[in-house]
T-cell receptor
Framework: DQQVKQNSPSLSVQEGRISILNCDYT??????FLWYKKYPAEGPTFLIS?????DKNEDGRFTVFLNKSAKHLSLHIVPSQPGDSAVYFC???????????FGQGTRLTINP | EPEVTQTPSHQVTQMGQEVILRCVPI?????FYWYRQILGQKVEFLVS????????KSEIFDDQFSVERPDGSNFTLKIRSTKLEDSAMYFC?????????????FGPGTRLLVL
């Protein structure tokens, strides 16, 4: 089941710079997308979401962009801080369904 | 800030034994979920629960699994006869009122190890 894919297993960014995490999906029936952050031995923590009727949603340092024609979404974090070091998951919700379909995750490391 | 809680944080059991994982969802939420993450793999949906019944389940959620809301606050996942491959992190989640196009909030997880 590869409906949601995060092709970069890891990403390393300098503190203060922009982090860009990417996610691709295959099912055009996904209508709601979420980003979660996960520290080791903890549950996923919700960061930001976007409905398929929008192409951008912003919350503080976090912005999510959705390109429906490319079936691609990205999470921008600016400026990146050491506390942002974690695994980031994108997840998608099928229209009318309750389950979330997760990507494999990208490990983000912010270097001082 | 309200949060989802789960107990125990770790559980070790012998193959074939029954386990019950417990969750307290966020108090005004109506939809409840279980997910699991096998080490090194994706987070996978198991089941959703609304109005005292299962509303959606995955192929993983076979007859060995059951869920229950025994009272007004707890939500449980029971694995009847555990197998080695049930070893995973189990996450409970809850969401508000619509179940779709809605944020699901996750608990810290229970690490289950089946020996």
């Amino acid at each position: 089941d590869q409906q949601v894919k995060q092709n970069s297993p890891s990403l390393s960014v300098q503190e203060g710079r922009i982090s860009i995490l990417n996610c691709d999906y295959t099912n055009s029936m996904f209508d709601y997308f979420l980003w979660y952050k996960k520290y080791p031995a903890e549950g996923p923590t919700f960061l930001i979401s976007i409905s398929s009727i929008k192409d951008k949603n912003e919350d503080g340092r976090f912005t999510v962009f959705l390109n429906k024609s490319a079936k691609h979404l990205s999470l921008h974090i600016v400026p990146s801080q050491p506390g942002d070091s974690a695994v980031y998951f994108c997840a998608a919700n099928l229209q009318g369904a309750q389950k979330l379909v997760f990507g494999q995750g990208t490990r983000l490391t912010i270097n001082p | 800030e309200p949060e989802v809680t789960q107990t125990p944080s770790h559980q070790v059991t012998q193959m074939g034994q029954e386990v019950i994982l417990r969750c307290v969802p966020i108090s005004n939420h109506l939809y409840f979920y279980w997910y699991r993450q096998i080490l090194g793999q994706k987070v996978e949906f198991l089941v959703s629960f609304y109005n005292n019944e299962i509303s959606e389940k995955s192929e993983i959620f076979d007859d060995q699994f059951s869920v229950e809301r025994p009272d007004g606050s707890n939500f449980t996942l029971k694995i009847r006869s555990t197998k080695l491959e049930d070893s995973a992190m189990y996450f409970c989640a809850s969401s508000g009122t619509s179940g779709t196009q809605e944020t699901q909030y996750f608990g810290p997880g229970t690490r289950l190890l089946v020996l």
